[in-house]
C-alpha cells in the first residue's frame, strides 16, 4: 500500500449538483496530483498543489478546483456536475525535490457517478 | 506535442507463457521521465518502475523487465512466466518538466488476461 487515502470510495450525485472528494497524502510528501480516469482510458492530469498552492493545471473548466492544506492533504471540488464528469478520480502524492520529478504514489480513487 | 500510445487494447495469454507490452512516447524534451503502473480490478495504479531519460539501461525485476529504447521512442515491459495474478491494465506513462509542473501523461492502457 502507499499510504494514499482517498475519501469517499463511492460516490452518485445528479447533474448540477456539487461534489468534493478528499484526498490524504502519504507521510512526507508534499505534493498532491489529481486525475480523471473515465471507463477504459488513462488517467488524465487535472491539477496539481505543492505546498499549498496549485501548482499547474490540465485541460479541465474552472468548475473543477481543489485545495491543498497545510498537513498536505488535500480536496477536489467539482460544480455543477456533469454527466461526463462520471469517472474514477485518483489523488497522487509526491515528494517535490525542485528540478526533475519524484514518482507519483496513487490512492484507490473515488468512483463518481452523475446520473 | 507529448503523447503516450499503447497500441495494445487487450492481450490474453496462458498462464506461464510470456507477453510484451508496447509502449511508444513522443516528447520533444531531452529530459524526461517514463512509468510503468499497473492496475488491478480495486483501481489503485500501482507504481512498478520509473525510468529517466539519460539511463538506456534495461531494468530486470523478478518476473518483470523493461526495455528502453531512445531511438524509437519505445518503452517496452516484458512479463516473463506469467501467472493468473499479473492480470490487470497496464499503464505506460511520461513525465516532463514543464514550468514545474511534473505532470504524468499516460497512454490508453494494455488490458492483460492471464488465464490458468
Known amino acids: 500500500e502507499t499510504g494514499v487515502t482517498q475519501s469517499p470510495t463511492h460516490l452518485i450525485k445528479t447533474r448540477g449538483q456539487q461534489v468534493t472528494l478528499r484526498c490524504s497524502s502519504q507521510?512526507?510528501?508534499?505534493?498532491v496530483s489529481w486525475y480523471q480516469q473515465a471507463l477504459g482510458q488513462g488517467p488524465q492530469f487535472i491539477f496539481q498543489y505543492y505546498r499549498e498552492e496549485e501548482n499547474g493545471r490540465g485541460n479541465f473548466p474552472p468548475r473543477f478546483s481543489g485545495l491543498q492544506f497545510p498537513n498536505y492533504s488535500s480536496e477536489l471540488n467539482v460544480n455543477a456536475l456533469e454527466l461526463d464528469d462520471s469517472a474514477l478520480y485518483l489523488c497522487?502524492?509526491?515528494?517535490?525535490?525542485?528540478?526533475?520529478?519524484?514518482?507519483?504514489?496513487f490512492g484507490p480513487g473515488t468512483r463518481l457517478t452523475v446520473l | 506535442a507529448q503523447k503516450v500510445t499503447q497500441a495494445q487494447t487487450e492481450i490474453s495469454v496462458v498462464e506461464k507463457e510470456d507477453v510484451t507490452l508496447d509502449c511508444v512516447y513522443e516528447t520533444r524534451d531531452t529530459t524526461y521521465y517514463l512509468f510503468w503502473y499497473k492496475q488491478p480490478p480495486s483501481g489503485e495504479l500501482v507504481f512498478l518502475i520509473r525510468r529517466n531519460s539519460f539511463d538506456e539501461q534495461n531494468e530486470i525485476s523478478g518476473r518483470y523487465s523493461w526495455n528502453f529504447q531512445k531511438s524509437t521512442s519505445s518503452f517496452n515491459f516484458t512479463i516473463t512466466a506469467s501467472q493468473v495474478v499479473d492480470s490487470a491494465v497496464y499503464f505506460c506513462a511520461l513525465s516532463e518538466a514543464r514550468a514545474g509542473t511534473y505532470k504524468y501523461i499516460f497512454g490508453t492502457g494494455t488490458r492483460l488476461k492471464v488465464l490458468a
Open positions: 497522487a502524492s509526491s515528494l517535490a525535490r525542485g528540478r526533475g520529478t519524484d514518482t507519483q504514489y
Open positions: 507521510s512526507g510528501h508534499n505534493t
